[in-house]
């Protein structure tokens, strides 16, 4: 299961950078391969400058970039998140901002500390990600801080108990620095999914 | 002689009260307690010895026989530590015509041990004993983790073993005795009582003293690697006690006793150390103290065979409790006999090892509860408990109306709930396993799965935008019934201005092709005020999957609801389950 897996994901990234070459029919923004990727950071170009216009070309434009980029950014985030977390689990709370909630199942964690110790404690896992899906979510929410709403769903297995669907909910915030933009996890929650439970 | 014995048994002063220092650990028998408990380095006086059951060795039996004479002269220059030498000296004669060397073997080791203190020699110069009162119920890592961060001066400890519920371990430097005196009633453990630390001078523990040397520890070495598999990264330990080699080159592992547990450990650590299966069959092993040190050296142990032993209770598996065991062989020691059946057994093996799957060569059966949710139930947050409580009624009546629009036929009615620049997508689950073609195709249209759906111009193109597209695309979409006390609603993110909350839940479709198929949908709404003290939903993501009809009837389970404009008794009750659901269900965090 495993290496299938893992040659899944590369054949993600694979589609990811020949994606870049598609969007030359748009000179504003630029597309340097499809994001740097810093080992536990979800980075991506940053987004120029949208000037402000009320022309309708003006704004679909404009949406569609919103789309991509939180598209791109949604694909990085999720690999590397699941990843981390069946991997590299000490690493995971990196991936929220410090006041970052989980829900987990019902059960709230509040705050870094908390959620490293939850993620230490929870049992070493194994995600399949079968669904994927974002939306740019409207600047009238979050009063212009860029924000991706990903919703992802797949089978989980943690070790000791038995497999799961899952389905998952991030709000990825964007910190954007002159130089890249970094996602983080403003809120995640997290429910089994068991309906048809053999 | 019997009662001779029980009576020194009182009155002997060496303190060690492990197993391991009463045990040859070579003749089958087991023995009853007093017999154990029986201090002393004189080896055993147990009667067992008696009863043969272990091969002559003439060669020993020679040797030892020369060192009973010279013991005799030394015996005189301890006494004060040994009162009833005599007596002992005179019984040991007494058998050595019989077949027990082994008494007399260890009487040599334990001399030499004992000379050597004496002389002062630097290897085996001042010991300290260090006991810890209670320290069984301690987890051991953490405890000596503990004691070495608290402590100024760092140390090796030797030879950790418990005695009845205290922990005890060996250090051999005087300025790590004395800083450990000093943290005495320093540590808090997790109840917050202050743990105590005894320090008192000592003999030179076991593994020290009796160290194998060089070429043994070589020859060792060479068996092991004899009898490890590299391809399954397994280690037969079996018998090591009587493998040929070893026997023939006089080389006596009795992996019972310290020393030669901690050297096979040490050829583990620095041979094998990725080891995945342990075999430590039939080696008389009667407690596991030394063996906890694998934990440390070889945490990757995965299957550890511990059968025909002579384990007697269930204790002593708890102190390998650091070790993600998945298989486990116990059979044929003493303690297996000492559970009333064979499920408590199981039962009591799996509190030390929860993740173990096979046990005396049968797998386990599954786990029936998921663990990893108790833990972690927090409590709700109580000062802003009522505005939790206005928002969760906010967002009750919200999806009842919302659900009440979208079941009844007409879905233009949505058009009130959504903002102008609104998001929407679906996606749905394909499973390439169906046989029959899917039943969800209505849906695939729209089908955004970014895990399937890679061209980007068709990722923006699904995702519907305006509001009049988003309820154009909903009217598309097959007629359903929604059940809405199936719905687990989590409230997972509140700004002021954003209020995100996704619902779970399942729903029938009512008529067209898939008619009674049952499907389980996921829906995140993000919302924003609205000037009437409503909601605007922003983004509106869709996840549907098809769930087997058979195993969802008792899913679906109640009729859509009244709308919630009439206020007939059957609404104020379906209010008060959802308010029920909701509440134990849900989840919010507050800024």
Same mark, same amino acid.
């Given at each position: 299961m495993r290496p299938f897996r893992r040659d899944w994901f590369q054949g993600d990234r694979g589609m990811h950078q020949g994606r870049?070459?598609?969007?030359?029919?748009?000179?504003?923004?630029?597309?340097?391969?499809g994001g740097s990727r810093t080992r536990e950071n979800v980075v991506t170009p940053p987004l120029t400058a949208q000037a402000a216009s009320s022309s309708p070309m003006a704004m679909a434009v404009d949406f569609k970039t919103y789309v991509d980029q939180a598209c791109r950014a949604a694909e990085e985030f999720v690999n590397i998140y699941y990843d981390t977390m069946d991997k590299?689990?000490?690493?995971?709370?990196?991936?929220?901002?410090?006041?970052a909630t989980l829900i987990w199942n019902g059960n709230v964690v509040t705050g870094l500390d908390a959620l490293a110790n939850f993620f230490d404690v929870l049992p070493s896992s194994e995600f399949q990600v079968n669904m994927l899906d974002c939306q740019p979510v409207h600047e009238q929410a979050t009063?212009?801080?860029?924000t991706v709403l990903v919703v992802t769903s797949g089978t989980v297995k943690f070790d000791g108990n038995k497999q799961h669907f899952f389905n998952q909910n991030f709000l990825l915030t964007a910190q954007s620095t002159p130089n890249n933009t970094v996602w983080k996890i403003a809120s995640d929650c997290f429910r089994f999914q068991d309906w048809a439970s053999s | 002689m019997a009662e001779r014995q029980q009576r020194q048994k009182c009155v002997?002063?060496?303190?060690?009260?492990?197993?391991e220092y009463s045990?040859?650990?070579?003749?089958p028998q087991g023995r009853k307690k007093s017999w154990s408990s029986?201090?002393?380095?004189? %080896?055993?006086?147990?009667?067992?010895?008696?009863?043969?059951g272990y091969k002559p060795q003439p060669s020993h039996f020679q040797e030892d026989y020369r060192n009973v004479r010279m013991r005799d002269v030394q015996a005189d220059v301890q006494t004060r530590h040994a009162p009833y030498t005599t007596d002992h000296k005179r019984r040991v004669k007494l058998h050595n015509?019989?077949?027990?060397q082994i008494t007399v073997w260890r009487n040599k080791k334990f001399l030499k041990g004992k000379v050597g203190e004496n002389a002062q020699d630097g290897t085996l110069g001042s010991w300290f004993k260090i006991k810890v009162p209670d320290?069984?119920?301690?987890d051991k890592t953490w405890l000596m983790n503990s004691i070495q961060r608290h402590c100024s001066v760092p140390f090796t400890p030797v030879d950790f073993h418990y005695v009845k519920n205290w922990a005890q371990f060996f250090v051999q430097d005087a300025s790590a005795a004395s800083a450990l005196k000093d943290i005495s009633y320093k540590i808090c453990d997790e109840e917050n009582k202050k743990i105590p630390i005894f320090v008192s001078t000592s003999a030179v523990p076991y593994s020290v003293r009796d160290k194998l040397e060089p070429k043994e520890m070589e020859q060792l070495k060479l068996t092991m690697t004899k009898r490890y598999d590299p391809s399954q990264k397994a280690l037969d330990l079996q018998s090591l006690r009587y493998d040929p080699d070893l026997v023939g080159l006089d080389?006596?592992?009795?992996?019972?006793?310290r020393n030669c547990m901690a050297a096979t450990l040490q050829i583990i650590k620095k041979?094998?150390?990725?080891?995945l299966s342990l075999n430590l069959r039939n080696?008389?092993?009667?407690?596991l103290d030394g063996l906890s040190d694998l934990i440390q050296i070889?945490?990757?142990?995965?299957i550890l065979n511990l059968s025909?032993?002579?384990?007697?209770?269930?204790c002593e598996l708890d102190k390998m409790k650091g070790l993600k065991l998945e298989e486990l062989w116990l059979e044929e020691?003493?303690?297996? %006999?000492?559970?009333?059946?064979q499920s408590t057994y199981i039962s009591a093996i799996k509190k030390c090892f929860?993740?173990?799957?096979?046990l005396d060569g049968q797998a386990l059966p599954p786990p029936?509860?998921?663990?990893?949710?108790?833990?972690?139930l927090t409590k709700p947050c109580e000062e802003s408990y009522k505005r939790c409580e206005a928002l969760k009624s906010l967002v009750m009546q919200f999806l009842q109306e919302y659900y009440f629009i979208y079941d009844? %036929?007409?879905?233009?009615?949505?058009l009130g709930a959504y903002h102008d620049e609104a998001c929407f997508s679906l996606t749905v689950l394909f499973?390439?396993?169906?046989?029959?073609?899917?039943?969800?195709f209505e849906y695939f249209k729209d089908n955004r799965n970014m895990k399937n759906l890679k061209d980007p111009f068709l990722r923006v193109q699904l995702l519907k935008h305006t509001k009049r597209d988003i309820v154009g695309s909903l009217c598309v979409l097959p007629k359903t019934q929604h059940d809405l006390l199936s719905f687990v609603v989590d409230m997972w993110f509140q700004t002021e201005r954003m209020l995100c909350f996704s619902v779970n839940g399942v729903f029938k479709e009512?008529?067209?092709?898939?008619?009674?198929s049952v499907r389980a949908f996921s829906r995140t709404f993000i919302a924003t005020p609205a000037s009437c003290s409503g909601i605007f939903i922003v983004n509106d993501e869709l996840f549907v999957r098809d769930i087997t009809p058979r195993k969802t009837q008792s899913a679906f389970s109640i009729q859509v609801p009244a709308p919630i404009s009439s206020s007939g008794p059957n609404l104020s009750q379906q209010q008060q389950e959802m308010v029920q659901a909701f509440s134990t269900e849900s989840g919010m965090s507050l800024h």
């Open positions: 870049s070459d598609r969007f030359h029919e748009e000179p504003q923004t630029s597309h340097t391969c590299r689990r000490r690493a995971l709370p990196r991936l929220y901002l410090d006041k009063q212009a801080q860029t | 002997l002063p060496w303190t060690y009260r492990n197993e045990d040859g650990g070579s003749l029986f201090r002393g380095n004189f %080896g055993k006086r147990n009667p067992r010895y008696e009863h043969g015509e019989g077949c027990i320290g069984m119920k301690y080389i006596d592992i009795i992996l019972n006793r041979n094998f150390p990725e080891l080696n008389k092993l009667h407690q070889a945490p990757t142990v995965k025909r032993n002579e384990l007697k209770s269930a020691n003493p303690f297996c %006999g000492t559970f009333p059946d929860p993740k173990l799957l096979c029936t509860t998921v663990d990893i949710d108790k833990p972690y009844s %036929g007409n879905r233009q009615g949505l499973n390439p396993t169906d046989q029959a073609p899917s039943s969800l009512v008529d067209g092709n898939s008619q009674g």
